[in-house]
């Protein structure tokens, strides 16, 4: 199916371009004039084919990916564009059931949308994710050779690159990159679920959603794959989740 570049009236203020994924036109035109209205630069498509056509032919800054689209999935698409971009992702789904969401985290999303959703709200999540996304950037590069090192890892906040003990680049979403950069600053402290949401500037959500939880344990799960690796997220029982690692920061470092 083709690429649906979906434009009005340009807009003075381009606060950056988004790739709208979604099988419904109606939806695709409703999503691209509101954001289209508040500055924002929208390309549409309609499946998973068109999506990747997209990446490859264009800069995009955010993506808004359905889950519920012909062929393959959104949690398909999402952990294919993971496995080579950090683009952020915001997932739209019809169904409200927490598992959905869980496993559209689990793929990388990094904030979701139910339907039917509000253009305020989709429009609030999606300043947010670029927010959250652009300070990191921002704050890296600041940084022109600033790294950390801990239990044998390093992160480069430049780069925004993970090398485990073994020389392995381990990919960050947006979130989990958050997240490490919260653990790290608050390293053998307990920070209770609240404060990691805060910290990592996570979406406001309810305390007892699991979508903290999720992002916690994709972490896990790529910080213990190295074979050197431990566990250095430890939950503490009903008070939140500690890093144990000693962590010093390495600065003169080359870039």
Not at 190 to 219: G, W, Y
Not at 233 to 248: D, E, L, N, S
Request: proline share 5%; hydrophobic share 40%; net charge neutral.
């Amino acid at each position: 199916m083709p690429v649906t570049n979906i434009s009005t009236t340009p807009v003075a203020d381009d606060h950056g371009h988004v790739l709208v994924v979604d099988d419904d036109p109606q939806i695709r035109v409703l999503v691209a004039r509101f954001l289209q209205r508040h500055g924002y630069k929208v390309t549409g498509a309609p499946d998973g084919r068109a999506m990747l056509e997209v990446l490859r032919q264009a800069d995009i800054d955010l993506i808004i990916l359905d889950l519920m689209l012909p062929g393959r999935s959104g949690f398909d698409l999402c952990g294919d564009v993971r496995a080579t971009s950090q683009v952020p992702i915001v997932m739209l789904t019809a169904r409200s059931e927490e598992s959905d969401r869980v496993i559209g985290l689990e793929a990388g999303a990094d904030d979701y949308v139910t339907k039917p959703f509000s253009p305020r709200e989709l429009l609030a999540r999606v300043r947010a994710v670029l927010r959250r996304s652009r300070t990191m950037r921002r704050a890296g590069d600041g940084r022109a050779s600033e790294c950390v090192v801990f239990d044998g890892w390093r992160m480069d906040l430049r780069r925004r690159e993970l090398t485990s003990p073994s020389g392995t680049l381990v990919d960050l979403s947006t979130g989990e990159f958050d997240l490490m950069v919260a653990f790290i600053e608050h390293a053998n402290r307990v920070l209770s679920r609240e404060a990691l949401m805060q910290f990592a500037k996570t979406r406001n959500s309810d305390p007892f959603d699991r979508a903290i939880d999720v992002q916690i344990s994709r972490l896990r799960r790529k910080l213990e794959a190295d074979v050197n690796g431990g566990q250095l997220i430890k939950t503490i029982r009903g008070a939140g989740y500690m890093f144990t690692p000693a962590v010093q920061v390495l600065e003169g470092q080359p870039a």
